[in-house]
């Protein structure tokens, strides 16, 4: 199956400062999506990003298919960006192509 | 669009019985997932659903666990037998074809 991993696993961040997140895949995706698992385990799916860029308030990510990654930028972050947040990606055909599978995250500490 | 729902949110059992969880997708979505994850790790495929047929099953799913999706809406995941192992977050999903998944709260099960 495809192999998603995240770098880096762990990260603490000043407030206001900003980042950049990494998730490299083995193969061609069809689905590629960055979720924040907040403390209580909730999953919020951030961007569905298979190809091309997109931005949502502080947030935005870029996913090159053709090179096999993507990158969530956060900017000015906040003490609510915390948590641990997962790339997952399903394989463009064959078998799993509906597996959606996650990487190990990276934990965002952001202090005041 | 009220999301995807869960029930329960919490389940404590002893050993050796049976448990049962329940997922209601969001409506309009023909694909449902299962899910499960351990402390530490990014959630792990069990199983899919399109409309009430299963079509593909993790080598995770044992011969304990079972799913059904009777008229292609609510879901519901059987364990049996319960072990101290199958202590874990189990999150379900939807999705439609072109969008992303959409994740449930989850249920998180503790057997004693």
């Known amino acids: 199956g495809i192999q998603v991993e995240q770098s880096p696993p762990d990260l603490i961040l000043q407030e206001g400062a900003n980042s950049t997140l990494r998730c490299n895949f083995s193969?061609?995706?069809?689905?590629l999506q960055w979720f924040h698992q907040n403390p209580w385990g909730q999953l919020i799916n951030l961007f569905y990003?298979?190809?091309g860029t997109k931005q949502n308030g502080r947030l935005s990510a870029t996913t090159v298919a053709t090179e096999r990654y993507s990158l969530l930028y956060i900017s000015s972050s906040q003490t609510t960006d915390s948590g641990v947040y997962f790339c997952?990606?399903?394989?463009?055909?064959?078998?799993?192509?509906?597996?959606?599978?996650f990487g190990k995250g990276t934990k965002l500490s952001v202090i005041p | 669009d009220t999301g995807v729902s869960q029930d329960p949110r919490h389940k404590i059992t002893k050993r050796g019985q049976n448990v049962t969880f329940r997922c209601d997708p969001i409506?309009?979505?023909?694909?449902l997932y299962w899910y499960r994850q351990t402390l530490g790790q990014g959630p792990e495929f069990l199983t899919y659903?399109?409309?009430?047929?299963?079509?593909?099953k993790s080598r995770l799913l044992s011969d304990r666990f079972s799913a059904e999706r009777p008229k292609g809406s609510f879901s519901t995941l059987e364990i049996q037998r319960t072990e101290q192992g199958d202590s874990a977050m189990y999150l379900c999903?939807?999705?439609?074809?072109?969008?992303?998944?959409?994740f449930g709260s989850g249920t998180r099960l503790t057997v004693v």
């Open positions: 997952a990606a399903t394989p463009y055909s064959g078998a799993g192509s509906y597996q959606l599978t």
């Open positions: 999903a939807s999705s439609s074809a072109g969008y992303g998944y959409t």
């Open positions: 193969d061609s995706v069809n689905n």
């Open positions: 409506s309009e979505h023909n694909r």
């Open positions: 990003i298979p190809s």
């Open positions: 659903f399109q409309n009430e047929a299963q079509l593909e």
